[in-house]
């Protein structure tokens, strides 16, 4: 069973921007938010850019090579939303930013 993995510390990712970390080998992509963080796959859908290098902003990243846009939260593609990417539980503990990321099937 997954068990929720630290990742980074609070602090660490700058308002506005993601980071991509390897958990159970897959790559997830966390954002900070206006302060909230989320993670969902890094992995985007149209041609496989890092979500991670893009901005994101009210709940929105928008992907880094041909602005595809992602909710955050629920992992939709906003122009679709019968399309979307995985998302993963996250909680902070303590200073640690923690996801829980189910392996690969
Ligand atoms: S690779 Fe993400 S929009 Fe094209």
């Avoid at 980074?8 to 206006?34: H, L, S």
């Avoid at 496989?48 to 992602?70: N, Q, T, Y």
């Amino acid at each position: 069973m997954a068990e929720f993995q630290a990742v980074a510390k609070v602090g660490d990712i700058p308002e506005g921007q993601g980071r991509a970390f390897a958990v159970n080998d897959r790559m997830v992509a966390v954002f900070n938010d206006g302060g909230e963080h989320f993670a969902i796959d890094d992995f985007c859908p149209h041609m496989g850019a890092a979500l991670s290098d893009g901005h994101v902003e009210k709940g929105v990243v928008a992907c880094p090579w041909h602005a595809w846009r992602f909710c955050v939260r629920d992992g939709t593609w906003c122009d679709n939303p019968r399309i979307k990417i995985d998302r993963f539980d996250l909680r902070i503990e303590g200073d640690k930013i923690e996801v829980l990321v189910p392996p690969k099937r």
